[in-house]
């Protein structure tokens, strides 16, 4: 089999397949199994700022402004508790890097949970802010700053790799990529997956949409990757979503990600998805006489397409003129 090594953020990899933040990764057994299934790295399950203020304001109003205090810290304390025993005991099990996750909208003392989650033995830090923005009063660029601002309390807090996984909600990724590597980021992730609303018409409810991923959203993230590898070649990428089997990892590495980050697909098919994807990855390789990754890592991005530049394409012209009754 062709070596698959490959470094992302600075953590050195036997393959470029990391398990995505899940319920996959919530437990040091799950990620045992993982590991012994092929994946390479795992991001922990979330701690989730919104949700913990959803719980804590739930139970506010039952007592007295300081019993609400005292609630809402107990909340906030017992979930990171359970996060950094996660960090622990999952190290003391496995040899694989464990990336620590947090899911922020704020730039407040949830920045500062990064210290107790690198003092626990995480390798490195995804740091995940996924908001939309609908005020009509907001302001243009407020929000890529807001990440700036985000990633820099986070950057003075720990010395592991800080990786940002981002949405696909702005106008200009590139840009905010740019600025994500100039103060400081190691790593980019494209992209997260918003929460997908949908209406059920018999019971007038709302509910969930498409929870799992579709193979068809792989084609944005490579748009991205291409074009942000070729234009900031200096920051390590990977690509999440719509990966959900070696083709993808290989689409993926061509369009310059470094690795892949993968859930859907192990919920789908099993853990053995797993070996799967790198037994195809690597006979790829071997069809194509690649020894390392390397060797072909962005040899199809947005560089390498030179003058007629298929990634920055908006239209369907072409398909539609030849396209026959």
């Known amino acids: 089999m062709a070596p698959l090594k490959t470094t992302f953020a600075g953590l050195e990899l036997k393959s470029p397949i990391i398990i995505s933040s899940s319920g996959l990764t919530d437990s040091p057994e799950k990620i045992k199994r993982l590991e012994e299934a092929g994946a390479a790295a795992v991001v922990l399950k979330s701690v989730f700022e919104e949700q913990i203020n959803a719980q804590a304001g739930s139970m506010n109003g039952y007592g007295s402004p300081e019993a609400d205090d005292y609630l809402n ?17 999952t190290k003391k099990q496995c040899s694989i890097p464990v990336i620590a996750s947090i899911n922020c909208y704020n730039n407040n003392e949830w920045t500062d949970f990064a210290k107790l989650m ?7 830090l995804e740091v995940n802010i996924l908001a939309l923005q609908t005020d009509k009063n907001y302001i243009p660029g407020s929000f890529e700053q807001h990440h700036l601002n985000i990633l820099r309390h986070v950057k003075n807090e720990v010395k592991i ?3 940002m996984k981002l ?7 590139v840009t905010l ?4 590597y100039a103060n400081g980021a190691d790593a ?22 498409h929870v799992m991923s579709s193979e068809y959203e792989l084609a944005d993230r490579l748009r991205w990757t291409a074009i942000a590898s070729a234009t900031v070649p200096q920051l390590d990428y990977a690509v999440s979503g719509g990966v959900h089997d070696g083709k993808g990892v290989i689409k993926a590495i061509l369009a310059g990600a470094c690795a892949v980050e993968i859930c859907t697909a ?7 998805v797993i070996q799967v994807m790198l037994d195809e990855l690597a006979q790829w390789m071997k069809s194509k006489s690649f020894d390392k990754l390397a060797q072909f890592k962005g040899k199809m ?24 009754e």
Request: hydrophobic letters at 35%; a negative charge.
């Open 161 to 163: 790799p800080v990786i």
């Open 301 to 324: 991005n947005a560089q390498a397409a030179g003058t007629i530049n298929p990634f920055e394409r908006t239209q369907f012209m072409k398909y539609y003129s030849n396209h026959e």
């Open 118 to 124: 690198e003092k626990a033995g995480a390798d490195a």
């Open 188 to 209: 980019a992730v494209l992209f997260n997956r918003f929460y997908q609303p949908d209406f059920d018409i018999e019971h007038l409810t709302f509910c969930n949409a």
């Open 167 to 173: 949405g696909n909600n702005f106008t200009n990724p």
């Open 177 to 180: 990529i740019d600025q994500l």
């Open 73 to 89: 810290a107990y909340l906030r304390s017992h979930t990171l508790n359970k996060h950094i025993e996660l960090i622990e005991e």
């Open 266 to 272: 192990v919920y789908l098919q099993g853990e053995k």
